[in-house]
């Protein structure tokens, strides 16, 4: 496998078990990243279509480092992982960060916001 | 102008998620300390990668598109801006799901 998605879905596979087995937040039970992600799917169409277009590209890949798979406009397929594991990562964060202040009451969190 | 348009993207996704901010109460600004310190796992994580990534040639920057300030090895120095405002979008996008969902059940 080529590196960069080989190395993708690696970032995507690693947050997923962090998850699961460390952090154990409930993220990915919760019906609301589940909507979050795919909102934030649509918006990358624009935005990374923008950025990989091969028309006018802004980032420019070395064609044997990716999969060559281009499933909308020229975002290469491992794109999506790469994204999912960004987001994903920095959401658990924020949760974890956040309980550290909302363990005892929802409350507490407002007032220390 | 063709030289902003990487960094002028940034912005536009800074400008058009600001109303779940502002509007839908989503508090991702207001919490700059959380903000931060939720960020920089990712983005050490990413930038690293990125360098990486760069040096070894699996992408590149176009000249045309970006600044021109660059990270050892020619990594733009939007990406440094990209690892900070797509992350923010999220966050923003997940508190304003969280928040509208959870007015839907105390009705």
Request: aromatic share 12%; glycine share 6%; hydrophobic share 50%.
């Amino acid at each position: 496998m080529p590196i960069y998605p080989a190395l993708a879905v690696t970032a995507a596979a690693v947050v997923v078990i962090v998850e699961l087995r460390v952090l154990r937040s409930g993220l990915f039970r919760e019906p609301a990243y589940w909507i979050s992600m795919c909102i934030c799917y649509a918006f990358m169409i624009p935005v990374d279509g923008w950025l990989t277009k091969h028309s006018a590209a802004i980032v420019i890949y070395r064609p044997s480092d990716t999969s060559g798979i281009y499933p909308v406009w020229d975002i290469p397929l491992e794109e999506y992982a790469y994204a999912f594991a960004l987001l994903t990562a920095v959401m658990l964060t924020w949760d974890r960060l956040g309980r550290s202040v909302t363990s005892r009451t929802p409350m507490a969190e407002e007032a220390t916001a | 102008m063709d030289r902003f348009q990487y960094l002028l993207l940034m912005g536009a996704c800074v400008l058009i998620t600001l109303p779940l901010e502002l509007h839908f109460g989503a508090r991702v600004w207001r919490r700059p300390r959380r903000l931060v310190l939720s960020l920089l796992p990712a983005f050490a994580l990413f930038v690293v990668w990125d360098l990486w990534a760069t040096n070894t040639g699996t992408w590149d920057f176009n000249p045309d598109y970006t600044v021109g300030i660059t990270l050892p090895g020619g990594m733009a120095i939007e990406e440094l801006v990209f690892f900070t405002v797509i992350p923010v979008c999220g966050l923003l996008t997940l508190e304003t799901v969280r928040g509208i969902l959870q007015r839907r059940d105390v009705r």
